[in-house]
């Protein structure tokens, strides 16, 4: 099995001119084409909602950064996601996102369109037909702890390809484990298109994420080919147990590619050059299943959001 190349870089600033930069670099090292011209990109940032704290939501710096390093490559640029609650046009306008387009040729790309694919475990899902249009899906996630699934990464980001509502629905109908739930976020990466990852790690959530977390600076930025591979990586980055993230263990456990260490070189900076950041998750994981009274204050939460 060929190797996976992670890069990692030092990088504690959200200035547009250090990080696209150190983005090219990497894009570089990944061997990205100089010339994507005739290539159509999509943008996956990570937007949950309106109201959620802004370190659970991608850095509109960061996003724009990758962004521009597209653009400078004669790319196509989309930009879409289907958020927990609202649409992607009313989160990034509440996380202020669109000054930062302005004079920028960037288009947001509403995920409304479903379609049904079903997965390796046998369970059917509803996706977003315009997140599988592209030649490249380019996950932005930002690093955080999360209560449900330790930390969530690259591979958790993927998820918002699922629309809507059946976000919740998929808690509740197949939420009945940590590790079936973990099952249908990664063979959601098997049915998406070529994939690039950037991963900011760079200001953080560590804590009880995503909602309510506290700020730390990690000071990485991450990028790879593959979610699972980035989101290993980032586990000896932030000096985390590999067992005590869902994701990750049950990658391991169906041989993956990109799930053992083994799998992954690093061309840049090796994970421990950022020893001792501090990272903390959660020290016990609640159900991922949402109670009755839960799934319908979430349903009337989304339609009151709409």
Known sequence: ????????????????????????????????????????????????????PSLACSAPLFTVAAADCFLARGATVLLGDSPAFG???????????????????????????KVMRKMECGITVGVAAEALDCDYFVNLPRIKA?????TTMAVKNVFGIVLGGRKA??????????????????????????????????????????????????????????????????????EIDKEEVPLVVTAEKECLSGAHLQDITFPLCRPDAFAGSGFTIPATLIPVRFQPFRFLKSSLKRMSST
């Open 1 to 52: 099995m060929a190797s996976i190349s992670v890069c990692l870089s030092h990088c504690t600033s959200y200035e547009n001119k250090v990080l696209k930069s150190l983005i090219q670099k990497q894009l570089d090292t990944l061997g990205v084409p100089s010339n994507l011209s005739s290539k159509k990109i999509l943008l996956k940032p990570n937007l949950i909602s309106g109201r959620a």
């Open 87 to 113: 649409s992607a046009a009313q989160v990034l306008k509440k996380q202020g996102f669109q000054p930062h387009f302005s004079g920028r040729d960037i288009r947001c790309v509403p995920f409304r369109t």
């Open 146 to 150: 999360h209560v449900q699934m330790g």
């Open 169 to 238: 629905w998929l808690h509740m109908r197949h939420g009945g484990t940590h590790e079936m739930f973990a099952r249908i976020i990664l063979d959601l990466q098997a049915i998406l298109p070529p994939t690039l990852v950037l991963a900011d790690g760079i200001e953080v959530m560590t804590g009880k994420g995503p909602m309510n977390g506290s700020s730390l600076m990690v000071g990485c930025l991450a990028g790879s080919k593959s979610s699972i591979a980035l989101d290993r990586a980032m586990l000896e980055v932030l």
